[in-house]
């Protein structure tokens, strides 16, 4: 891997080491650096590297998953309120954002673990999971954890292929569940193929299965659905189960460079993820104070929103045109297959300045491209017409 692509999480996790670790993380350092590391598994493709290698001429960014409506303008009238101030710790900012978070949601602040993006809660539960068995998620599905798991910490991760419409695979993933199990990682909706589970049946599951191992539920987009209280998995957290749901600024909320997301578990669980990850002190003042500012900002979130919902259905009808399926998407990115080489495609699309992210998975080349602006859409349908 070229030094330039040194992915998401080893940056974000060699910054948290320089900014807290002398503090935070010396014993889990010690244990973890004497743990075995496997062979590499799979070549590592991140939204990070593709734009680091991304042609310069990029016009269309649509790898990322970004949310190009964002922030909103009462997030960016905080950052400019809080710079003269920012020479001063934000204890107290901090502090506020968690009791607003847990305010909203009906938990108690001790519930709510504040990170710079959810990344670093999803590596702390990679780290704290690791030792203790096996990590069961779907695949394909968000990496990050899975991969830290392995990768990094030794972990046997098992990963079970998605149903015939691209949904996680609930009834698999329990049956796969045995006494080495540790954790189930739970992408809701999923990326990268942007289906959403029924959420009676995924409650279900959780209640059952959080009684012999923990769950980690990913609800990075979860703010894009049309009743976000009625899919998330919080009930479960409160009924006392032993779930931890994370979810990020990132997306809907237009954060994903200033870096804010949370966690929410049972106190017991989030003292102890709390010691591997360094928590809300690693989010900047500006973007603490513009979480709080833009904290369920309706009227923003409803104009993303529905922006982001014109350009999917423009980019449905151009697939459509051009006698492409997608998998329906619930998310702010659509996934279809295509009918050629997945890096080719993905090297015509960067030619002709657009950025999208391929797999390969049911023998089967697919593109993942992320909801634009009308222009970045229409740049979009441009180069593909070229080349489909
Ligand atoms: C499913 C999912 N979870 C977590 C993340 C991490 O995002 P962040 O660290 O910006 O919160 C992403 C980013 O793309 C994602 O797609």
Request: proline share 5%.
């Amino acid at each position: 891997m070229a030094e330039n692509t040194m992915n998401r999480r080893k940056w974000l996790r060699s910054s948290a080491l320089l900014a807290g670790g002398a503090t935070v993380l010396p014993s889990v350092l010690n244990s973890l650096t004497a743990a075995p590391l496997p062979a590499a598994v799979r070549e590592i493709v991140t939204d990070e590297s593709v734009i680091l290698n991304a042609a310069p001429q990029i016009k269309a960014r649509l790898s990322a998953n970004e949310n190009p409506f964002g922030p909103s303008p009462k997030a960016k009238q905080a950052i400019k309120d809080s710079l003269d101030m920012s020479y001063q710790y934000a204890f107290t900012t901090g502090r506020e954002l968690t009791q607003k978070i847990a305010a909203y949601e009906g938990v108690k602040p001790e519930q709510v673990m504040l990170a710079a993006g959810s990344s670093p809660l999803l590596q702390a539960a990679a780290m704290y999971f690791s030792p203790k068995g096996t990590i069961i998620t779907g695949d394909p599905s968000y990496n990050d954890l899975p991969d830290t798991a392995e990768k990094d910490f030794g972990a046997k991760v098992v990963r079970v292929p998605l149903t015939a419409d691209y949904k996680l695979d609930l009834d698999a993933m329990e049956k796969k569940i045995d006494s080495s199990t540790a954790l189930v990682y739970i992408c809701n909706p999923n990326n990268p193929t942007g289906t959403v589970l029924d959420a009676a049946k995924l409650k279900a599951f959780t209640e059952r299965v959080s009684k012999k191992v923990s769950i980690f539920i990913d609800e990075a987009y979860i703010d894009y659905l049309p009743d976000p209280k009625a899919a998330t998995l919080l009930e479960n957290v409160k009924k006392g189960q032993n779930v931890i749901v994370a979810r990020t600024f990132s997306k809907l909320y237009g954060f994903a460079g200033l870096r804010v997301g949370y966690a929410i578990a049972q106190p017991e669980m989030a003292k102890t993820l709390g010691k591997y990850s360094s928590g809300g002190g690693c989010i900047s003042a500006t973007s603490l104070s513009a979480a709080l500012a833009s904290y369920q900002d309706q009227a923003f979130l409803q104009d993303a929103l529905k922006k982001t919902m014109a350009s999917k259905n423009f980019l449905y009808d151009v697939l459509k045109k051009e006698g492409y399926k997608y998998i329906p998407s619930g998310t702010n990115f659509v996934m279809f297959p295509i009918n050629m080489d997945g890096r080719r495609f993905g090297e015509e699309m960067g030619k002709r300045g657009v950025s999208i992210r391929t797999w390969n998975f049911n023998n089967q080349d697919w593109c993942r491209v992320s909801i634009g602006r009308m222009d970045e859409m229409q740049t979009f349908a441009d180069a593909f017409k070229q080349i489909s």
